[in-house]
């Protein structure tokens, strides 16, 4: 069974920073895209961030320069760096793949016109900017 296991969210002022991890277990996961999805208060599901199984990263315009996102094949692992942050990054932060998933129906998630069907996502964890 794939799961995606996300901690290391909390409240943190403007300006500050936080690690966000992603333990991925159930299936090869060094092969496949990791993502981090936020969703904002009242808003949609977007990409934040995401690696390939090459470690070539992307990230939506927003957090370019401020989020660093990496991986450890060895531990199954994916982080994402958080650094001078923003109220605007307030919201649930999920990890995701779009490793198949047989006949189970994706959710599409979009940035920056990039659009990606998510066939895995983990019970996310909350971010809080404020003061």
């Known amino acids: 069974e794939v799961q995606l296991v996300e901690s290391g969210g909390g409240l943190v002022q403007p300006g500050g920073s936080l690690r966000l991890s992603c333990a991925a277990s159930g299936f090869t996961s060094s092969s496949y895209r990791i993502f981090w999805v936020r969703q904002a208060p009242e808003k949609g599901l977007e990409w934040v961030s995401f690696?390939?199984?090459?470690?070539?990263?992307s990230y939506t315009r927003s957090v370019k320069g401020r989020f660093t996102i990496s991986r450890d094949n060895a531990k199954n692992t994916v982080w994402l760096q958080m650094n001078s942050l923003k109220s605007v990054d307030t919201g649930v932060y999920y990890c995701a793949t779009d490793a198949p998933a047989g006949g189970k129906v994706g959710t599409r998630v979009c940035s920056d016109g990039r659009c990606f069907t998510l066939n895995y996502r983990g019970q996310g964890t909350q971010v809080t900017v404020s003061s």
């Open positions: 690696i390939n199984s090459l470690g070539t990263t």
